[in-house]
């Protein structure tokens, strides 16, 4: 074996939040604009400036997302399990709405016809707005807990319902979600439109970061002061066979900051959520796009690692049944399919890196109302 246990559940750990950081930065484009697309359009080809942009490769945007599931599901089966069945109605909706993505930019452009093409940019709205939601709030949620316990056979048993999911904390950290995902798509566009569309997306990036910053200091107080988290009280093997019962968990006044204060290094986390936002903000009210597009890509990178770091070791804790809780140690695969995943992602997450960044760099250049005349057989 080339590595032990405890490096490897490590390494899938920090795989794991490459794969979310990929998709919130990736997806982060063609959601955000998606969702801007009946706002910021405004006529038919303003709109399909704006769909175009895009089109090269949202489907290929989507491996991160299919590939973050399918990681969950390989590495911490217990993770899928427990909330895939938990947040069953909720990853339902996600579905639906993913569902409009890729009839809406196959068909929209089909007919000449406006009711056509604006029922179709609604679709695409919705299948644009629900996921960034759908993920803030399930890691609201996260933080706060999640009701569910094991039975002594290790078969996970919900207690919560949907709207359980919608309370006021898991709903602020949707909106931080959508705020940062309109941010990237709205910096991307100024990137690949020029005149009246990238000034109003200049505006739109500016507002969307500037809110995004306020509610996650917000979120950030509230986990501070206004949540109870979670901490191990008794002592836990880092090498131990996956069982989440052989420990204790309690709830403890300011547990989620713990991690921070013990490791003060942590702390440049949320300076470098916030620090990046003021950077991407400051850059594309120049127009530097680009440079706006990168700091804004490294503030979501730390937007995904600060919870995550606070949680630490726990990766879905329990608020009805506490020893239950899952993290790191308790809820992996075995150290043979940890390893063996391992080889097969080094091997396969430089190509997607590699055949990703071909692309952005075959269709470079800005999309102009003279493109989308000039080939408007040709284009979404």
């Known amino acids: ?15 794991i939040v490459v794969l979310l ?31 175009n942009s895009v089109a090269p490769h949202w489907d290929g945007n989507q491996v991160w997302f299919i590939t973050g599931g399918g990681a969950i599901f390989a590495a911490w089966p217990l993770i899928y399990a427990t909330a895939f069945s938990g947040f069953y109605w909720a990853m339902l909706l996600l579905l639906f709405a993913l569902f409009f993505r890729p009839v809406g930019f196959d068909y929209r452009s089909k007919l000449e016809n406006t009711t056509w093409r604006n029922s179709w940019d609604w679709l695409l709205f919705v299948g644009s707005i629900v996921p960034p939601i759908i993920c803030g709030v399930a890691f609201g949620n996260l ?22 999911l919608l309370n006021p904390f898991a709903l602020i950290c949707g909106i931080v979600s959508l ?12 990137l690949k439109t020029t005149g009246n569309l990238q000034n109003r997306a200049k505006t739109c990036a500016s507002w969307a970061g500037s809110l995004f910053i306020v509610l996650f200091v917000i ?18 093997d880092p090498n131990m066979f996956p069982n989440p019962l052989e420990k204790t968990v309690e709830f403890s006044e300011g547990a989620w900051i713990k991690n921070f204060q013990n490791y003060p290094v942590l702390w440049a986390l949320p300076v470098c959520v916030v620090g990046g936002m003021i950077l991407s ?28 770091s606070a949680m ?63 080939n408007s057989k040709n284009l979404y």
């Not at 705020?179 to 100024?190: D, K, P, R, T």
């Not at 700091?295 to 995550?308: D, G, R, Y």
Request: glycine share 6%; aromatic share 18%.
């Open 1 to 15: 074996m080339l590595f032990d246990y405890e490096t490897l559940k490590l390494i899938w750990w920090l795989f």
């Open 21 to 51: 950081t990929g998709f919130a930065v990736m997806d982060g484009q063609d959601m955000g604009v998606g969702t801007l697309l009946p706002f910021l359009g405004k006529n038919d080809y303003e709109r399909r400036i704006m769909i």
């Open 143 to 164: 933080l706060q807990g999640v009701p569910f316990y094991f039975d002594d056979n290790l078969r996970s048993f919900y207690t919560g319902s949907f709207f359980e």
């Open 179 to 190: 705020c940062m995902f309109i941010n990237q798509g709205a910096n991307y566009l100024v």
């Open 219 to 236: 979120a950030g107080f509230w986990v501070w002061f206004g949540l109870k988290g979670f901490a191990v009280t008794s002592v836990i």
């Open 281 to 308: 903000i400051t850059a594309v009210r120049m127009y530097k796009a680009g440079f706006a597009i990168i700091a804004s890509s490294l503030s979501i990178l730390a937007t995904v690692l600060t919870p995550l």
């Open 312 to 374: 630490f070791p726990f990766l879905l804790p329990s608020s009805t049944h506490p020893n239950s809780s899952l993290t790191v140690w308790d809820c992996t695969s075995s150290h043979f399919t940890l390893e063996l995943m391992l080889f097969v992602t080094l091997i396969f997450l430089p190509i997607v890196v590699f055949y990703t960044s071909w692309a952005y760099y075959t269709m470079r250049g800005k999309l102009t109302e003279e493109t989308i005349q000039t």
